[in-house]
């Protein structure tokens, strides 16, 4: 099975624009989970979907939103950016409904913001 | 919510030696993982252990859900187990695919 897959790996930003991140789950799981991780915060929950449902979000600004799409897919965006949003973000999918909540992470994106 | 502490921070070791890392968290957990995260920053699936013991090659985990701690058993280090390794915890109830991470273990093995 091919694992979590995300795109594009590197970013760089300018101050006031917006981006938008992507991640494709493995086949079959349909939770997908964000986390942003920084230096000075470590890695903190952004939000998770299930279904095209967000069911659960971390404590982010409106800023950060995202959504995820009939076949798994999901993408969270970042709208007017800031400097500290520069950081890695990771997604992780998990096959929840089977008892089993083992999450998979990608290899992230890493965003820088000047 | 829930709070997860990871014990020793920072650790320095011979190629060889064994080592063990803690993860105390605050709650009852359905899912306790252990990860490394790799130079390029990937995390890497060490183990999912919400009870019990498990073993995979020179890594093993145990974690006592009643006394809400686990440990990260590491034996006969090798260079290439340099990295951070992290403990993440999810609640059960409706902490949705919400993983809970320590500030990790900084490990660092000298030939």
């Known amino acids: 099975k091919a694992g979590v897959t995300q795109t594009p790996r590197y970013l760089i930003k300018t101050r006031g624009q917006q981006v938008t991140l992507s991640c494709s789950p493995i086949s079959g799981h349909r939770s997908v989970s964000w986390y942003q991780q920084t230096p000075g915060q470590g890695l903190q929950f952004l939000f998770e979907?299930?279904?095209?449902?967000?069911?659960n979000k971390g404590n982010f600004p409106g800023r950060f939103s995202g959504r995820q799409f009939s076949n798994s897919r999901s993408e969270m965006n970042v709208s007017t950016l800031e400097l500290g949003d520069s950081a890695l973000y990771l997604c992780?999918?998990?096959?929840?409904?089977?008892?089993?909540?083992?999450?998979?992470f990608g290899p992230g994106t890493r965003l820088t913001v000047t | 919510g829930i709070q997860v502490e990871q014990s020793p921070p920072d650790l320095i070791l011979q190629e060889g030696a064994n080592s063990t890392l803690r993860c105390n968290f605050s709650d009852s957990v359905n899912n306790l993982q252990w990860f490394h995260q790799n130079p390029w920053g990937q995390l890497i699936n060490l183990f999912y252990i919400p009870s019990g013991t498990k073993q995979n090659g020179r890594l093993s985990a145990t974690t006592v859900a009643t006394e809400r701690y686990s440990l990260l058993y590491i034996s006969s280090s090798q260079t290439t187990d340099s990295g951070v390794y992290f403990c993440?915890?999810?609640?059960?109830?409706?902490?949705?695919?919400?993983?809970?991470f320590g500030q990790g273990t900084i490990l660092t093995v000298h030939p």
């Open positions: 992780a999918s998990s096959g929840v409904g089977t008892g089993n909540y083992e999450q998979y």
């Open positions: 993440a915890v999810e609640r059960g109830g409706t902490s949705y695919g919400k993983l809970t």
């Open positions: 979907y299930f279904s095209e449902t967000q069911r």
